[in-house]
């Protein structure tokens, strides 16, 4: 076990998430490790989790700023970034008078660089995209290049671009969940691409349109994406009140292959499947 190159331990650590934090007043401790994983982990930096919000205050520029995970009210200095991690990233729509404030810092290529370096640790981390003024900002693709380990992806009102635009994160293959809220008719076809992505546990989408021929449409294409390949592991969910089409387009084999959820909680636009733990 020691033989293991450094790296890979390196590695391992960060999917592990072996990070001495107190969470909610609780203190978590590294567990017993043999000689020199103890020693590596021991090793690292004190870090604690941070939010990272970046602002689109028009088409070519952004700001940014990160606070505490715990306390949002706690803005952190760039010098001390290093100290942290990120566990969650919004990238929202911003205002102009937004930079004269010390707390927001411009997204200049030296800032950039260093967000890069820090996102390509290794830690997994939530993307949240709730801007609707400046979806084609040139800092996009940037941003979502950035090799991070992102493992939830949660969308707001995005235009088909945008979401086209996550792509090459979902080829990446970190991706675990993703929400979509709010789906325009226009990204379904990217949207039923990222559906059949094998890595995927969870897929919740939130239609834009409430009419009964679009939910028809897209219940199909999940009802396929758990049936061509059987996903036996798998729980589709539904609105209560679809009970009766869902039995129309479906056979009863069909029927017999699928784990099906008719739940009177979720909104009447609202369908998704999710990874059962066994």
Not at 8 to 37: N, T
Not at 83 to 108: C, N, V
Request: charged residues 25%; proline residues 4%.
């Amino acid at each position: 076990m020691d033989r293991v190159p450094n790296c890979f331990i390196k590695e391992v650590l960060v999917q592990l998430d072996y990070e001495r934090e107190c969470w909610f007043g609780w203190s978590r401790r590294l567990r017993e490790l043999p000689l020199i994983w103890g020693q590596i982990a021991n090793s690292k930096p004190f870090k604690k989790s941070a939010c990272l919000q970046v602002y689109f205050m028009n088409d070519r520029e952004a700001v940014f700023t990160a606070t505490t995970f715990l306390n949002s009210t706690h803005h952190l200095t760039v010098v001390n970034l290093q100290q942290y991690y990120f566990k969650h990233i919004y990238i929202e729509d911003g205002a102009e008078e937004m930079a004269a404030y010390p707390r927001y810092y411009p997204l200049t290529k030296k800032n950039f660089d260093l967000l890069r370096k820090l996102l390509s640790i290794g830690h997994s981390c939530t993307l949240i995209l709730k801007f609707r003024k400046h979806q084609n900002h040139t800092l996009l693709q940037q941003l979502l290049s950035i090799p991070s380990r992102i493992e939830d992806v949660e969308l707001y009102d995005q235009l088909p671009s945008t979401v086209k635009a996550l792509t090459p994160l979902i080829e990446r293959g970190t991706l675990r969940r993703l929400y979509c809220h709010a789906a325009k008719n226009d990204s379904l076809t990217v949207l039923y691409k990222f559906m059949t992505f094998k890595g995927l546990h969870s897929f919740h989408l939130e239609l834009e349109d409430r009419r009964p021929s679009t939910y028809k449409e897209v219940l199909r294409k999940m009802i396929d994406t758990l049936l061509y390949p059987k996903r036996y592991n798998y729980r589709l969910s539904m609105y209560a009140s679809y009970r009766k089409l869902f039995r129309r387009i479906t056979t009863k084999k069909m029927r017999q292959q699928l784990n099906v959820s008719f739940d009177s909680l979720l909104r009447n636009n609202c369908l998704s499947y999710g990874r059962l733990h066994v």
